[in-house]
């Protein structure tokens, strides 16, 4: 038996498995983008809690680029939220100056809760 074929009405590659021939088919090649923290994140949920939506996005090969555009999202997000914050609440240059510590508690506490919310609204969304 021949290894490799070719069926000549759809064009498509056939490889020798055993007793069986299987076709060849390869998905196209994806983009690469880097996928920040973020995307990470939203790549754990969705494989544990949306595998339909994980599966559909793998095979069309729109997976990274969903990934990218979800972390551009939650980075954006975050910064806006952690200026407007910090902002609001009064932690400025001068309280970085005259105290560090209060400084970095609070901006630490306004972090966490800006994590909290771009968790919420964007990632396990």
């Known amino acids: 038996m ?4 070719t069926d000549e009405r759809t064009g498509i590659r056939y490889t020798l498995q055993g007793d069986y021939y299987l076709p060849d088919l390869a998905l196209p090649a994806e983009e690469q983008v880097e996928v ?4 990470q994140r939203h790549l754990q949920y969705i494989k544990a809690h949306r595998r339909g939506f994980y599966t559909t996005l793998l095979t069309k090969c729109e997976l990274n680029r969903h990934l990218a555009d979800v972390n551009k999202q939650a980075e954006d997000m975050f910064f ?3 200026k407007q914050m910090a902002e609001r609440e009064g932690v400025t240059e001068k309280l970085k100056a005259d105290n560090q510590m209060e400084w970095v508690a609070r901006m630490n506490n306004i972090r966490n809760r800006a994590t909290e919310i771009v968790n919420h609204d964007i990632i396990y969304n």
Not at 36 to 39: A, F, N
């Open 36 to 39: 920040g923290i973020w995307g």
């Open 2 to 5: 021949k290894q490799h074929f």
């Open 80 to 82: 806006r939220l952690v």
